[in-house]
């Protein structure tokens, strides 16, 4: 469709400027302007011609006669003006074969945009914060961020995946203070990161408890300046003990590490993701003090009650925090340190940042501040924002334990396909192997099908349900197209036989697949995909009931159909890849 899109407009665009003296519209404007009608009665293409009528001093009516007189292109069957609107309608036939003939030939790189060679993106995703629970919350970060990559990766751009992890801060001053309390070296062994998140929110609570006890008799506006801790002076001591080099802290936090990757690692593994770089946080401690010096030395920062900030009233945000008063970094000093890493390393051409839209200050902070320190890459950074997560109603709280994580809610996903499929796959190493790629998928794609931006209420009847718009039912439909092939095996092509409706439909959903990718890497929007596989699996699912395949008569139609079949299998194994779901060919 783009390619008879872009077609279209160009010969508008210069119909226009032959027509309309001294009146120029480029062909990008007129693609922009040309819808495609929500009503298949109406057309397969559109031009409304109410905003031309200001530019061209004629009537919407008269603009459209005009332009139809002149519109010659064969793909279309029809030229008609209807109201104000210049209707095209296509040559079915004709255009199925070139869009499948289109499909079967580029293969897996039908829909690429091809526009990322020779440059390079850098993603931050995912990026959990050990010792604190890997919880649904980050989801987003995740699925968004490798879709993002992977779309990237698919319009030819050469891309660096980057966990950033947060493996330091004042939180394992508390969990080596908790460790040396009550810890248990076999029960962290066996427990991971779960015995980790126990330690370090029971240190929190009787952090919270030692400081409420410390204030109890006090008038309430007094409390907040007078709360004090023995347990929370520890904590801190730890931490200092740890910036400086303490051998035996040095080993704890590296073992703390490496415990909660070890279990990250399963998470990704179940959702088919790798990363190129794991630098965390703690990797830019040395490389914070140059960065911290340029500041200073082209006077930007300024001291304000002994902390070191850069003010940014001037751009209406919130002054930015570089310095505590004890000298100790903060979470920007960090990301600037990292960002001027990464572009020494990768040189890259874009920086995307996926976290919550609650940072979206800490990034538009620190990207300004890079553009003040003179920066000439300091608009190759993108933060890309998303919503909240909740399920069932349930909220989180990262502090009290109260979290729903990630790692349990696929297990459960996983679990309730299990109990669905059993009864169809008795061997148990199948069925799981099925239920895991389809209880992950199915979160997957629930969470992939709102917009980025939206608040999200998680129910899982709904993300595991067969007939509503999931992501079992796209997998279904995916492993259909993979039965029919199978039983079809012989050689198909597309022919000449003439083609019926629910045909026409599909190839018009499958030629719209490269703008839907294009949209999505220009947006950062990934549930442009997903809404994209509604699409493609309602096109298939009403052609496969209306139209015989296997057991058509007409051995050409037959033919067509066959591939037809092939081209939707093809585009929708990509499609479904590039949102991070896996494509098993039965289910
Ligand atoms: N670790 C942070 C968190 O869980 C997210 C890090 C995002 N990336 C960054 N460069 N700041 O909130």
């Given at each position: 469709?783009?390619?008879?899109?872009?077609?279209?407009?160009?010969?508008?665009?210069?119909?226009?400027?032959?027509?309309?003296?001294?009146?120029?519209?480029?062909?990008?404007?007129?693609?922009?302007?040309?819808?495609?009608?929500?009503?298949?009665?109406?057309?397969?293409?559109?031009?409304?011609?109410?905003?031309?009528?200001?530019?061209?001093?004629?009537?919407?009516?008269?603009?459209?006669?005009?332009?139809?007189?002149?519109?010659?292109?064969?793909?279309?069957?029809?030229?008609?003006?209807?109201?104000?609107?210049?209707?095209?309608?296509?040559?079915?036939?004709?255009?199925?074969?070139?869009?499948?003939?289109?499909?079967?030939?580029?293969?897996?790189?039908?829909?690429?945009?091809?526009?990322?060679?020779?440059?390079?993106?850098?993603?931050?995703?995912?990026?959990?914060?050990?010792?604190?629970?890997?919880?649904?919350?980050?989801?987003?970060?995740?699925?968004?961020?490798?879709?993002?990559?992977?779309?990237?990766?698919?319009?030819?751009?050469?891309?660096?995946?980057?966990?950033?992890?947060?493996?330091?801060?004042?939180?394992?001053?508390?969990?080596?203070?908790?460790?040396?309390?009550?810890?248990?070296?076999?029960?962290?062994?066996?427990?991971?990161?779960?015995?980790?998140?126990?330690?370090?929110?029971?240190?929190?609570?009787?952090?919270?408890?030692?400081?409420?006890?410390?204030?109890?008799?006090?008038?309430?506006?007094?409390?907040?300046?007078?709360?004090?801790?023995?347990?929370?002076?520890?904590?801190?001591?730890?931490?200092?003990?740890?910036?400086?080099?303490?051998?035996?802290?040095?080993?704890?936090?590296?073992?703390?590490?490496?415990?909660?990757?070890?279990?990250?690692?399963?998470?990704?593994?179940?959702?088919?993701?790798?990363?190129?770089?794991?630098?965390?946080?703690?990797?830019?401690?040395?490389?914070?003090?140059?960065?911290?010096?340029?500041?200073?030395?082209?006077?930007?920062?300024?001291?304000?009650?002994?902390?070191?900030?850069?003010?940014?009233?001037?751009?209406?945000?919130?002054?930015?925090?570089?310095?505590?008063?004890?000298?100790?970094?903060?979470?920007?000093?960090r990301d600037i340190a990292a960002a001027v890493y990464r572009q020494q390393t990768y040189k890259f051409?874009?920086?995307?940042?996926?976290?919550?839209?609650?940072?979206?200050?800490?990034?538009?902070?620190?990207?300004?501040?890079?553009?003040?320190?003179?920066?000439?890459?300091?608009?190759?950074?993108?933060?890309?924002?998303?919503?909240?997560?909740?399920?069932?109603?349930?909220?989180?709280?990262?502090?009290?334990?109260?979290?729903?994580?990630?790692?349990?809610?696929?297990?459960?996903?996983?679990?309730?396909?299990?109990?669905?499929?059993?009864?169809?796959?008795?061997?148990?190493?199948?069925?799981?192997?099925?239920?895991?790629?389809?209880?992950?998928?199915?979160?997957?794609?629930?969470?992939?099908?709102?917009?980025?931006?939206?608040?999200?209420?998680?129910?899982?009847?709904?993300?595991?349900?067969?007939?509503?718009?999931?992501?079992?039912?796209?997998?279904?439909?995916?492993?259909?197209?993979?039965?029919?092939?199978?039983?079809?095996?012989?050689?198909?092509?597309?022919?000449?036989?003439?083609?019926?409706?629910?045909?026409?439909?599909?190839?018009?959903?499958?030629?719209?697949?490269?703008?839907?990718?294009?949209?999505?890497?220009?947006?950062?929007?990934?549930?442009?995909?997903?809404?994209?596989?509604?699409?493609?699996?309602?096109?298939?699912?009403?052609?496969?009931?209306?139209?015989?395949?296997?057991?058509?008569?007409?051995?050409?139609?037959?033919?067509?159909?066959?591939?037809?079949?092939?081209?939707?299998?093809?585009?929708?194994?990509?499609?479904?890849?590039?949102?991070?779901?896996?494509?098993?060919?039965?289910?």
């Amino acid at each position: 469709m783009l390619i008879l899109k872009k077609k279209t407009a160009k010969i508008i665009a210069d119909l226009i400027a032959g027509n309309f003296p001294g009146c120029t519209l480029t062909e990008d404007e007129v693609f922009g302007m040309l819808e495609y009608p929500p009503d298949a009665k109406m057309g397969d293409l559109a031009l409304p011609c109410f905003r031309l009528s200001k530019t061209l001093h004629r009537s919407p009516m008269d603009i459209a006669k005009i332009l139809a007189d002149g519109i010659r292109i064969d793909e279309f069957s029809s030229v008609d003006v209807a109201g104000g609107y210049l209707n095209f309608r296509i040559d079915g036939t004709a255009f199925a074969h070139r869009v499948v003939g289109d499909v079967l030939e580029k293969g897996d790189k039908y829909g690429s945009p091809m526009n990322g060679e020779g440059k390079t993106v850098v993603l931050d995703y995912s990026s959990p914060n050990v010792a604190k629970p890997f919880h649904i919350g980050h989801l987003g970060t995740t699925v968004i961020g490798h879709s993002l990559k992977l779309l990237h990766e698919f319009a030819g751009y050469k891309c660096v995946g980057i966990n950033y992890l947060g493996d330091w801060g004042t939180q394992f001053g508390k969990l080596i203070v908790a460790y040396k309390l009550w810890g248990d070296k076999e029960k962290v062994e066996k427990g991971g990161v779960d015995e980790l998140v126990a330690l370090y929110v029971r240190i929190n609570n009787e952090i919270k408890a030692e400081e409420d006890a410390s204030v109890a008799g006090l008038p309430e506006e007094e409390k907040a300046h007078n709360k004090k801790s023995a347990l929370g002076d520890a904590a801190r001591a730890e931490f200092a003990k740890l910036e400086h080099n303490d051998p035996e802290n040095i080993e704890l936090w590296k073992w703390f590490v490496s415990v909660s990757l070890e279990e990250y690692q399963k998470t990704y593994k179940l959702l088919g993701i790798s990363f190129d770089s794991y630098k965390g946080e703690s990797f830019y401690t040395d490389k914070m003090p140059a960065q911290v010096q340029k500041l200073r030395d082209m006077g930007i920062l300024e001291i304000d009650d002994g902390a070191s900030i850069v003010n940014l009233d001037k751009y209406n945000m919130p002054v930015c925090l570089i310095l505590k008063r004890d000298g100790t970094t903060l979470y920007p000093t960090r990301d600037i340190a990292a960002a001027v890493y990464r572009q020494q390393t990768y040189k890259f051409d874009k920086a995307i940042y996926v976290t919550s839209a609650a940072q979206s200050l800490h990034f538009a902070q620190w990207f300004k501040v890079v553009e003040l320190m003179g920066y000439d890459w300091f608009d190759k950074l993108v933060h890309v924002p998303y919503g909240t997560v909740s399920i069932n109603g349930a909220k989180l709280a990262t502090r009290t334990g109260n979290v729903i994580l990630l790692k349990d809610l696929f297990a459960e996903a996983i679990s309730r396909v299990y109990d669905i499929t059993k009864e169809k796959h008795p061997d148990p190493a199948e069925c799981q192997s099925i239920a895991e790629k389809v209880g992950v998928g199915a979160i997957i794609f629930y969470y992939l099908s709102n917009n980025r931006m939206r608040d999200i209420n998680f129910m899982m009847e709904d993300a595991l349900s067969f007939d509503g718009n999931t992501g079992p039912y796209a997998q279904y439909t995916y492993a259909r197209t993979c039965s029919v092939l199978e039983k079809a095996g012989a050689s198909y092509e597309m022919t000449d036989a003439p083609l019926a409706q629910p045909e026409f439909e599909l190839a018009k959903v499958l030629s719209r697949f490269p703008e839907r990718i294009e949209d999505a890497i220009e947006q950062y929007e990934p549930s442009l995909v997903t809404r994209y596989i509604l699409d493609l699996c309602a096109a298939y699912n009403g052609f496969y009931h209306d139209c015989k395949i296997l057991t058509c008569e007409d051995e050409k139609l037959k033919s067509s159909r066959i591939a037809l079949t092939a081209a939707t299998s093809r585009v929708l194994k990509t499609a479904l890849t590039l949102i991070c779901m896996q494509t098993p060919e039965k289910i």
